[in-house]
T-cell receptor, first 120, second 112 residues
Framework: DVKVTQSSRYLVKRTGEKVFLECVQD?????MFWYRQDPGLGLRLIYF?????MKEKGDIPEGYSVSREKKERFSLILESASTNQTSMYLC???????WGSGVGEDTEAFFGQGTRLTVV | KQEVTQIPAALSVPEGENLVLNCSFT??????LQWFRQDPGKGLTSLLL?????REQTSGRLNASLDKSSGRSTLYIAASQPGDSATYLC???????????FGTGTRLTIIP
């Protein structure tokens, strides 16, 4: 089974702190994603990475950056945490079409358990 | 831009009933559609994946259908149980960029 592991279930940070959220997958997937989930707004894509050191902005990248130095690890960085970044953060991975058989199942996404971040 | 809608936002049914959850999307250029389950405070668990060339997928008491031309999918749950209570989310993977676009979910409550 694919396993996507997020480093923390719960985090409490102070405004202005630099925050690192870590995500590791064990299935050699090409694609990795960071979403945030807020009541009434659903899941929104922050950043997407389709290969090591490659990244694309999602719908709400402001205030965030990412790092992917190794294939299995995708980090989300809050440069200076603010209270409006209090949210549930979800990491996901998928195999990727460029390395799979080119059919839709290669884009099946698997999620971690989520990190509930509170910025005070 | 792809938009995914799930109606209703919440649904309560008595235990044992069959039920259908709905998902619609605006752009039919997709690789696949996934249905997920989310328990309160937890991550997403993948339930079913339907590839764009498929019409339906089944897993146990769950059956998902896809009508790509009309932009609709349904998740059918047979003989509902209290343990089925959760939020159900659908997501489409968009053609050309492999990103998922999510609906806002249906919160399902099964009444014992």
């Amino acid at each position: 089974d694919v396993k996507v592991t997020q480093s923390s279930r719960y985090l409490v940070k102070r405004t202005g702190e630099k925050v690192f959220l870590e995500c590791v997958q064990d299935m050699d997937h090409e694609n990795m994603f960071w979403y945030r989930q807020d009541p009434g707004l659903g899941l929104r894509l922050i950043y997407f990475s389709y290969d090591v050191k490659m990244k694309e902005k999602g719908d709400i990248p402001e205030g965030y950056s990412v790092s992917r130095e190794k294939k299995e690890r995708f980090s989300l960085i809050l440069e200076s945490a603010s209270t409006n970044q209090t949210s549930m953060y979800l990491c996901a991975s998928s195999l990727g079409l460029s390395w799979g058989s080119g059919v839709g199942e290669d884009t099946e996404a698997f999620f971690g358990q989520g990190t509930r971040l509170t910025v005070v | 831009k792809q938009e995914v809608t799930q109606i209703p936002a919440a649904l309560s049914v008595p235990e044992g009933e069959n039920l259908v959850l709905n998902c619609s999307f605006t752009d039919s250029a997709i690789y696949n559609l996934q249905w997920f389950r989310q328990d309160p405070g937890k991550g997403l668990t993948s339930l079913l994946l339907i590839q764009s060339s498929q019409r339906e997928q089944t897993s146990g008491r769950l059956n998902a259908s896809l009508d790509k031309s009309s932009g609709r999918s349904t998740l059918y749950i047979a003989a509902s149980q209290p343990g089925d209570s959760a939020t159900y989310l659908c997501a489409v993977t968009n053609f050309g960029n492999e990103k998922l676009t999510f609906g806002t979910g249906t919160r399902l409550t099964i009444i014992p």
